[in-house]
C-alpha cells in the first residue's frame, strides 16, 4: 500500500519518516543519520529516497518536512516566517520541484525574531503541534535541547522568543574540557543538581569560577563523576532559568522535550516553584506535521 | 660553557628552559612542545635531555621546575602548598632522582586552597617573580589565561584565589560549537568588547541567550566574524569581571599575561574605572624560577 502524505523531520544529524496511508495515525517509522550536517545540496533527494521510495506510489506523494532541511544549507531554504506571528503552516511552506515526480516536497519554515535576534528550526513545528491540541493556550513553553527554546504563547501565536546555548555548552564542557577528567560514566546525583541550579539563580556570574571548581573539588576532595556531572547540568540550567525568569515567573509553563532532559528542567523549575505539564518532543513534531498537512489539503 | 643552573617551565603543551651560566641573565632560550600532557611517565627525563644537555657540565646542574610537570600525572607529584601562604619556594620543592647523574632536578608545587576549593600549577611562580620585585605589595593579581586566576596578596602572601574558565570556554565556542560559523579569520572590534563586558557586568545571567544571538545576529543581520569574536571575548571577561568584583574593586591590579589577552582584560578593566599596572608572563615565571634558585642556594 501506497502512503497517501510522508511526514518529515530532517536536522542536523538525523532524518526521519512517518508513513500514513490513512488519517491519523502513521503506518511506519523510518529513521537514518542522513542529517541536513552530513549532505550535499544534492545529497537530499536520494537520502529521501533511500528512505522513503518503498512507500510511494505512481501519484505525487506529499511530502512535509521541518527542521534544518529548510536553512540556507540545507535542501531549499525556506525563509523565516516572523515573531509575533502564527507557527508556519502548508500555506508558508516552500514548494520544492524534485528530480523524482513521485516527490511533491514543502519545507516549512523556521521562525526569526528581529530583536533580540533570534531563530528557530524544528521547534516551530512542535509549538504547531502543541497549538492544535490546545489552541486557547496563554503561556510558555520550553523546548530543553542542545538549544533551549522559550517561547511565550497567547492566542495562537508566538509572541516572543530566546535560544540558549545550554545543551551545547553541557556537551563541549563535560567531553572536550578539562572538566571531562572527572565525568566517566553516565550516573547522576539529585542533590548536587538541585544545588546547582539554586546557586546560579542567586549568582548566575559565578558560573566562570564554579565551573573550575568540579575540576578542583576532583583533584582536591574526591567529588565523584555522577555529582560532577549532576552539578555541571544544574549550573547551566541554573543559569539558563535565571536569564528565562521574565519567561516562566508566575506563567502556565508547558515542557516539550525528551523524558531525561526534560524531567531535568522539570525538577529545576519545581525548586522554583513551577509545575511544568510535559509532553514527548516527538510527539509535539509529529502533531506539528499533521498539522500543517491539513492546511496543504485547505490550499 | 656548562649551565650554572636551569629555569624550566614545563606546562601542558610546552616545554621551556632557560639557560644560566653566571648568575643574573639566561645565556640561552630553549624550547619544544614536548609539553606534559603529551608524555608518558617515562617520556619526561628524555624530552628535557633532548633540550638541555648540550648545556649539562660533569657535576650535577639545578634543574628548577614549574608548571604541569609537578601534576599528578606529571614526573613526580609535587603536593599543593596550601593557601593562604607564601608561594612556594626551593624549601618546598620536590626532589627527583634522574637516571642521569647530571640531573639535580627540583618540581615547584602548586598552590591550593580549601573553600572554595581550588588550585593553581604555574601561576604560583609567576606570582613569587612579581613579589620578588614588590615585596609589599598589597593589591589582587589577574593572571588571565586557559583558566584565569584572580589571586589576592598581602604581605608576602597569597591570601586566596578563584580560577576562571574564561579562556578555554573562548576557544571552545569560538572553534568547536555552532558559533565558530561566524568566527572566521581573528580581527577585532573595540566597540563590540566594550559592549559585550558592560552586559555581563549589568546582566550576567544572560551569558547563555547572549551566546545564541551572535549565531542569530549573523544569520539575519550579517553580524561580522570581527564583531562576533570580540564579542564573544567581552561575554566572557565580562562573565569573569562580573564574579571576581570582590577582587578588583578598589584594589590596586596588577596584570601578568601575554601582551594581547592582558590587554583586553586591562581594557575591560578600565571600563569599570581600575587602572591596572601590566606586566609580561614570561617574564614573571622567569623571576620566580629566579627567585627559587636563590633559595635553593640557602638551604
Redesign the interface.
Known amino acids: 500500500m501506497s502512503a497517501e502524505w510522508i511526514a518529515v523531520d530532517w536536522g542536523t544529524t538525523h532524518l526521519r519518516a512517518w508513513i500514513f496511508e490513512g488519517e491519523n495515525t502513521p503506518a511506519h517509522s523510518l529513521s537514518s543519520t542522513d542529517g541536513m550536517g552530513s549532505l550535499d545540496h544534492d545529497g537530499f533527494e536520494p537520502a529521501l529516497l533511500k528512505l522513503i521510495s518503498p512507500h510511494l506510489g505512481d501519484a505525487p506523494t506529499p511530502v512535509i518536512c521541518c527542521g534544518m532541511v529548510g536553512a540556507?544549507q540545507g535542501w531549499i531554504e525556506a525563509p523565516?516566517a516572523k515573531v509575533p506571528g502564527s507557527p508556519p503552516n502548508a500555506r508558508g511552506a516552500a514548494r520544492l520541484v524534485a528530480q523524482d515526480p513521485r516527490l511533491d516536497v514543502r519545507i516549512l519554515p523556521g521562525m526569526?525574531?528581529?530583536k533580540?535576534?533570534?531563530?528557530m528550526r524544528g521547534e516551530e513545528t512542535q509549538i504547531a503541534g502543541y497549538l492544535a491540541a490546545h489552541p486557547n493556550f496563554d503561556g510558555v513553553l520550553c523546548l530543553p535541547g542542545t538549544?533551549s527554546k522559550w517561547a511565550h504563547i497567547s492566542a495562537g501565536e508566538v509572541v516572543s522568543f530566546?535560544?540558549?546555548?545550554?545543551g551545547?555548552?553541557f556537551a563541549?564542557?563535560s567531553k572536550?574540557?578539562?572538566l571531562r577528567h572527572g565525568m566517566a560514566g553516565d550516573g547522576w546525583d539529585d542533590a548536587a543538581f538541585s544545588a546547582a541550579v539554586d546557586d546560579?539563580i542567586s549568582?548566575?556570574?559565578?558560573?566562570?569560577?564554579d565551573?573550575?571548581?568540579l575540576?578542583?573539588?576532583g583533584?582536591?576532595?574526591g567529588l565523584s563523576s555522577d555529582s560532577a556531572r549532576a552539578r555541571l547540568s544544574g549550573l547551566?540550567i541554573g543559569?539558563?532559568l535565571?536569564?528565562a525568569?521574565p519567561y516562566w515567573l508566575g506563567q502556565a509553563v508547558a515542557l516539550i522535550g525528551n523524558d531525561t532532559l526534560a524531567s531535568r528542567y522539570a525538577a529545576a523549575l519545581a525548586g522554583q516553584g513551577v509545575v511544568a505539564q510535559m509532553l514527548d518532543a516527538d510527539a509535539m513534531t509529529l502533531a506539528g506535521l499533521c498539522s500543517a498537512h491539513k492546511t496543504l489539503k485547505e490550499i
Open positions: 540556507r523565516y526569526s525574531q528581529a533580540p535576534a533570534d531563530v538549544h530566546r535560544t540558549f546555548m545550554t551545547e555548552m563541549l564542557l572536550n574540557s578539562v546560579m549568582r548566575p556570574q559565578s558560573l566562570g569560577s565551573l573550575f571548581s575540576r578542583a573539588e583533584l582536591l576532595n547551566l543559569l539558563e535565571a536569564a525568569r
